[in-house]
């Protein structure tokens, strides 16, 4: 059964061979992170634990029994109660309801252990699997997002109350 554990040093492997692994399938769909990421990705991952340890954002990954990444969920900005969900999945679980059950525990992750009470999330248009996954999850739609908040392509920003469960 895959267990959502907080992002720690000891991730960094499977974290980077998770990323190598669906960088073509998840620039499908996203943006691409682009060379510079791979090529430092030591410094970028150090970087995100300090992030996490000062209270600013909280990550998680999705393990697999064999200890591989299966996903990535991300709570960035946390402030007043409220954050940015993000999130991303192996492309061989996608279309098993992994995103959506991940989702859903991250949502009560959010309340229970950091006191949100509103997560916001953005997709583009063509994202329709995104945008399943965030409606089963309980967020509705609140209005348009920019190419600069989708990295360069536009779509839809959701949101959802923690106070109500969906």
């Known amino acids: 059964m895959p267990e959502l554990k907080r992002l720690h040093a000891g991730h960094a492997p499977a974290v980077l061979a998770f990323e190598l692994a669906n960088r ?16 430092r990705f030591t410094d970028r991952y150090s970087a995100l634990l300090a992030e996490q340890e000062a209270g600013i954002c909280a990550f998680y990954v999705l393990v697999g029994e064999d200890g591989s990444v299966l996903g ?9 109660g ?3 969900l993000g999130y991303r999945v192996a492309q061989h679980v996608a279309g098993r309801g992994v995103a959506t059950a991940t989702v859903r525990e991250l949502c009560r992750l ?13 997709t583009s ?4 699997a995104s945008q399943k996954v965030l ?10 997002a920019g190419p600069a908040d989708l990295g360069g392509k536009p779509g839809t920003w959701y949101q959802r109350d923690l106070t109500v469960q969906p």
């Open 24 to 39: 073509a399938y998840f620039a499908a769909s996203v943006s691409d992170r682009g060379d510079e990421f791979y090529d």
């Open 82 to 84: 409220t954050a940015e």
């Open 110 to 122: 959010a309340a229970a252990r950091h006191g949100l009470r509103t997560l916001r999330a953005g």
């Open 135 to 144: 409606t089963k999850a309980g967020f509705v739609p609140v209005g348009p």
């Open 125 to 128: 248009r063509e994202n329709v």
């Open 72 to 80: 990535r969920f991300n709570l960035y900005d946390l402030k007043d």
